[in-house]
């Protein structure tokens, strides 16, 4: 990528709401970590950046640039969902409108929850997994990612690639699980679940 697209590029990052680092360019405009890293340093010495240390990590800021709060915009929706299915459990209890059929929680989209869960890994599972899991998933993310940038974002990259389609899987997998049994539940701990689940993915 040549630097006057990846001006243009980083500054839609960052407007959107994306803390410029090294690691989320790398990922955001699929680019080599010496590339971006040559890419910033030059839009800093040209004026157009400032730079912030963040836990040992270099955070670049576009000056004048208001950015969009999209952080808090995704931890809203995340809220709504989970209180929506409370209240559709208890309505399910009740026998009051708004319950399914079967008196459990509306079905939930699939698609959603995979991709919730791999634009934000760990934290993203929250639309449908047991909440343990999801504290886990999110420790797991955040510290991994911590410990392998303090020796090399070379490891870090890879590894949030991983854990960002892994958590997608594991959106999917528990959004479908859900729908099933209509709470949350950890996953194939219900034999009778166990049963519709796909072949291939019985013995996760």
Known sequence: ???????????????????LTVANIVVGLRIGVSEAERHLER?????????????GVIVYRVRGLTPKRRGDSLTGA???????AMVQQKLGALGLPGASATGLAQPRKIATGALIGAVVPGLGLAYSAPWKVVALATVVVVVGFK??????????????V??????????????????????????STDPEIKKRLPGRLKDL
């Open 162 to 187: 991983a854990a960002a389609a892994l958590s997608g899987i594991l959106g999917a997998l528990y959004t479908w699980q859900y729908n099933q049994a209509g709470h949350r539940v950890s996953l």
């Open 43 to 55: 839009m800093k010495r040209e004026g157009h950046l400032d730079a912030d240390r963040d836990d």
């Open 78 to 84: 995340l809220r709504k969902a989970a209180v929506g």
């Open 1 to 19: 990528m040549d630097y006057p697209q990846f001006q243009v590029a980083a500054v839609e990052l960052a407007s959107e709401g994306t803390p």
């Open 147 to 160: 410990v392998l940038a303090f020796f090399s974002l070379m490891f870090a990259v890879p590894f949030l």
